[in-house]
């Protein structure tokens, strides 16, 4: 990032004019996807103008949507900077994880597919024989037990 | 008087413009020319409002125009 020449400086380096405050940026170290991320969180902010003065180099202008103080355009030019940091960095996680992100997501999706659906688990339940009761848990009591039951009873 | 506004076409999209120019029609009369590098737009007979605030809100709708576009065009090439 630099400043212009034949403008005068901000407290932060950029080009400050009398409404508007500017700013070069080297598009090897701040990618167009990065400046458009930038740009549109600050639409509302601020008006912003983009320039190609040279090849690999983008000029932005960001121009107050009211009269401010020329401190109030430094803090806006470098909360934008900032946020194109922000982008840039956002960007390199995800190219760097994007790998790993369409593993996960093809993995949820085959686990998904292969899950079996509700109709295929009530269709499950159905057809097992729930009311086989090989430990005779539905027996009662006195069934099972009722002559030892009876001759323990007190007298 | 008018102003001129001179959009790269590396960084706006031509559509983008001239979406944003079909939308200020009824604020101001904004006549484009492009080349192959630029796109240029002469805003004159604004209306109602200052001319430079319309030429600013103006390049502000190209941009928006120009990222919404570009994020479209990305979904549509990704799905």
């Given at each position: 990032?630099?400043?212009?020449?034949g403008?005068?400086e901000?407290?932060l380096?950029?080009?400050?004019g009398?409404?508007?405050?500017?700013?070069?940026l080297?598009?090897?170290?701040?990618?167009?996807e990065?400046?458009?991320g930038?740009?549109y969180?600050?639409l509302?902010?601020?008006?912003?103008?983009?320039?190609?003065?040279?090849?690999?180099?983008?000029?932005?202008?960001?121009?107050s949507r009211?009269?401010?103080?020329?401190?109030?355009l430094?803090?806006?030019?470098?909360?934008?900077a900032?946020?194109?940091?922000s982008?840039v960095?956002r960007?390199?996680?995800?190219?760097?994880?994007?790998?790993?992100r369409?593993?996960?997501?093809?993995a949820a999706?085959r686990a998904?597919?292969?899950?079996?659906?509700v109709d295929d688990l009530?269709a499950?339940?159905?057809?097992e024989?729930?009311?086989?009761?090989?430990?005779?848990?539905?027996?009662?009591w006195?069934?099972?037990?009722?002559?030892?039951?009876n001759e323990?009873e007190?007298? | 008087?008018?102003d001129?506004?001179t959009f790269?076409?590396?960084?706006?999209w031509?559509?983008?413009v001239?979406a944003?120019?079909?939308a200020?029609?009824?604020?101001?009369?904004?006549?484009?020319?492009?080349?192959?590098?630029?796109v240029?737009?002469v805003i004159?007979?604004?209306?109602?409002?200052?001319?430079q605030?319309?030429?600013n809100?103006?390049s502000n709708?190209?941009?928006?125009?120009?990222?919404?576009?570009?994020r479209?065009?990305t979904?549509d090439e990704?799905?």
């Amino acid at each position: 990032m630099a400043a212009q020449e034949g403008t005068q400086e901000s407290r932060l380096g950029f080009s400050l004019g009398t409404d508007h405050i500017s700013f070069d940026l080297d598009e090897t170290v701040y990618s167009i996807e990065a400046l458009y991320g930038a740009s549109y969180l600050f639409l509302e902010k601020c008006f912003i103008y983009l320039s190609r003065p040279t090849a690999g180099t983008v000029t932005v202008r960001l121009t107050s949507r009211e009269a401010i103080s020329p401190a109030d355009l430094d803090n806006l030019a470098g909360e934008f900077a900032n946020e194109l940091l922000s982008q840039v960095a956002r960007l390199r996680l995800s190219q760097a994880t994007a790998r790993i992100r369409e593993y996960y997501t093809a993995a949820a999706l085959r686990a998904a597919a292969s899950a079996p659906s509700v109709d295929d688990l009530l269709a499950e339940l159905e057809a097992e024989e729930l009311l086989e009761d090989p430990l005779e848990i539905m027996v009662p009591w006195e069934e099972k037990h009722g002559a030892k039951e009876n001759e323990t009873e007190p007298k | 008087m008018s102003d001129r506004i001179t959009f790269d076409r590396t960084l706006y999209w031509l559509e983008a413009v001239e979406a944003a120019a079909a939308a200020y029609a009824e604020h101001a009369r904004i006549e484009l020319t492009s080349t192959p590098d630029t796109v240029v737009a002469v805003i004159s007979d604004v209306l109602e409002y200052e001319p430079q605030l319309v030429a600013n809100a103006f390049s502000n709708h190209v941009l928006h125009e120009t990222i919404a576009r570009r994020r479209q065009a990305t979904l549509d090439e990704a799905g």
